[in-house]
């Protein structure tokens, strides 16, 4: 890892972290037990280029590279896994598509608000009848004049109760080829936009996720990305990078619960010894180094790929996979290194279990990359 | 002018080895440039971070560039090597006199690693200018410096004017977070500045082991001992006898 690691990743996570340690990681439990989602934190991480990693300067952007991407991610997931998700998310498949394929005027209008962290970004492709078939999608488009005329029903939208600017995946052809997948850009606000109740989730609660419907909704034609048809690879290309994010994520959680556990197992004191002298609790505690220093290499590699031009999807789909599998297995050892104090609120180690599991399903679930990743080992034969 | 240091994170089996890896910005300087940066950004000027050090020392000077300063020279040479504090002051004075005519110096308090708080006001010496140790507020009026500095539970006010240098109290000055783009155009592009023995004029004989009258012997990890011991008498008594020792050893004010 140390070929991987530059000084400037040294000093980005070390700047990362102060901040998560004296900014976050005090609020954390708060704002996972309120499910609120802290203004007041994420405009100092706007002003400090959170929300623009990787955009390039001229639009506000930081424009550093996926490995300072990836090492920002975890750390602010090991302070907090709900903004964890709001940056990953935001960054990789809010801002990235729109840098990616939108025009000059586009990124002018959109990038640059969401690089500042002005605007946050949100991606709508789920719905109530479509989650890993992404064709499956009802949402649809209809041109009429200037404008599509949007009908949409998105469930599970990360950031969506504070979204202000959202990619929308539908059929711009609805009656024809159901590979007539498009995105077009709604903002918040638009005659017709409607967001839904926030979601009572297990886990990320400090994330407002939430439905966002679009009833008859006017968006200018402008407000297309890329080309008609174009949906299915603009998605594909975001998820690409998202994944990574999502097994930093992961990753930083796995991190924060490592270091939970070492911690109670250094204290807690059983049959006159610190817990951290017994063999069953050591061998857990080896398994959850090991799980995290490989989570780590995976998930970094994986970006330095993309920094280097190089194909990343498969090894960024494997280190999804084995990040967030990894990160549910680690969190709940560290449950049970607390034991019966790991399952109370008084400690974070129970908040890292419920985080860690969604890891496994969104932006793809385990199955799904599994699919894919069994795709790339066999090849199409 | 700042001076700052990259400091020895770890020095595992008691080797001391300086590298990228293992050196990072003394914590101690990030107050002063915190300082240093505000005094900029309240009165114009310019910034110029100053370190001493083998090649690792670069990661200090380019946190200071992320930071916001202007300018930033590493002074290196293996002549260097084995230098003591009064040999490091003897380069940094002769690095500034280069760099004369300024304002202002400061210097951290202190290191994280060898800790002598002596390289300040030696290097002040070396200038022939003004020394004020632990300031914890600076003000700049017209041509004067109004510095505050607490000591011994007395706020001391001083006006004293340039050029002149400073040790910064750690506390006083909060460092700011990094912006990620101040941290990405920090690396972009080699701008450190590069200044050897000859650069400053020093002969070998003056710097380096040969100009260091300090040697250190050997250094060795102090294992603490704690001891316990229970006071005698009656409630009153003992509470006596706790507030007598507590009150010797200087743990509460008398």
């Known amino acids: ?381 | 002018m700042v001076c700052i240091k990259s400091v020895i994170l770890a020095a595992p089996e008691e080797q001391v080895v300086r590298t990228e890896d293992t050196s990072e910005l003394n914590p101690f300087d990030r107050p002063v440039l915190e300082a240093a940066l505000r005094l900029k950004e309240l009165h114009g000027g310019r910034v110029t971070a100053i370190s001493m050090g083998p090649e690792a020392s670069l990661s200090a000077l380019s946190e200071a560039r992320a930071m916001g300063v202007d300018r930033e020279i590493l002074i290196s040479d293996p002549a260097f090597a084995g230098s003591d504090t009064l040999a490091t002051s003897t380069v940094l004075g002769a690095g500034l006199q280069k760099l004369v005519p300024f304002d202002l110096v400061l210097f951290g308090v202190r290191t994280a690693d060898s800790d002598t708080g002596q390289v300040g006001p030696q290097t002040s010496v070396q200038l022939g200018i003004p020394f004020i140790s632990m300031v914890s507020g600076i003000e700049w009026q017209k041509d004067v410096f109004r510095v505050e500095r607490v000591a011994d539970h007395f706020l001391e006010e001083y006006e004293v004017t340039s050029p002149v240098a400073f040790t910064i109290h750690p506390g006083a000055f909060e460092p700011r977070d990094l912006g990620l783009s101040g941290i990405g155009r920090a690396f972009e592009s080699e701008r450190v500045e590069r200044w050897n023995l000859s650069d400053l004029g020093l002969v070998p004989e003056r710097v380096g082991d040969a100009g260091s009258p300090t040697r250190v012997i050997s250094m060795m990890r102090v294992k603490e001992t704690k001891k316990c011991e229970f006071l005698k008498g009656d409630a009153r008594e003992q509470a006596d006898e706790l507030m007598k020792r507590l009150s010797e050893s200087g743990a509460i004010g008398a």
């Not at chain 1, 070929?3 to 976050?24: Q, T």
């Not at chain 1, 995946?169 to 709604?186: C, M, Y």
């Not at chain 1, 002298?277 to 090991?290: L, P, S, V």
Request: hydrophobic fraction near 40%; glycine fraction near 10%.
């Open chain 1, 1 to 381: 890892m140390d070929g991987i690691l530059s000084e400037k990743h040294r000093i980005v996570r070390r700047s990362v972290r102060s901040f998560c340690d004296r900014e976050i990681r005090p609020i954390a439990g708060e704002i996972d037990r309120e499910a609120r989602f802290p203004w007041e934190v994420v405009e100092k991480m706007g002003k400090l280029g959170y929300f623009g990693i990787q955009a390039p300067r001229e639009l506000g952007g930081a424009d550093l590279d996926s490995v300072s991407y990836a090492i920002i991610v975890e750390e602010i997931s090991r302070a907090s896994g709900s903004l964890g998700l709001c940056v990953t998310v935001h960054n990789s498949v809010a801002l990235y598509p729109i840098l990616a394929f939108g025009s000059e005027a586009q990124q002018e209008k959109w990038a640059k608000p969401l690089a500042g962290g002005e605007k946050i970004g949100a991606f709508c492709l789920t719905e109530p009848n479509a989650g890993s078939d992404a064709s499956g999608i009802e949402a649809t488009a209809v041109s009429d004049g200037d404008a599509y005329v949007v009908n949409a029903n998105k469930v599970f939208v990360t950031n969506g109760g504070v979204a202000d600017i959202c990619l929308l995946f539908l059929k711009t052809n609805p009656s024809g080829d159901r590979r007539e997948i498009s995105v077009v850009v709604a903002e918040r606000g638009t005659p017709g936009f409607v967001v839904g109740d926030l979601e009572d989730l297990c886990g990320m609660r400090a994330n407002p996720v939430s439905s966002i419907r679009l009833y008859d909704c006017r968006l200018p034609l402008d407000n297309l990305l890329g080309r008609e048809g174009m949906g299915l690879k603009i998605g594909l290309a975001a998820l690409d990078t998202g994944r990574m994010g999502i097994a930093a994520q992961a990753l930083g959680i796995a991190q924060a619960a490592l270091e939970e556990g070492i911690l109670y197992a250094r204290q807690r004191r059983q049959f006159r010894v610190p817990i951290s002298k017994h063999q069953a609790i050591r061998m857990m505690i080896a398994d959850m180094g090991t799980l995290v220093e490989a989570s780590r290499l995976m998930t970094y590699r994986a970006a330095a790929l993309k920094d280097s031009g190089k194909r990343f999807s498969q090894e960024s789909a494997m280190a999804k996979l084995f990040a967030s599998e990894a990160c549910c297995k680690v969190t709940d050892m560290a449950v049970q290194i607390h034991g019966g104090y790991g399952y109370s609120k008084s400690y974070p180690v129970e908040r890292y279990y419920r985080d860690a599991r969604v890891t496994r399903i969104y932006e793809g679930s385990s199955e799904v990359h599994r699919m894919v990743i069994a795709r790339g080992v066999l090849g199409k034969k």
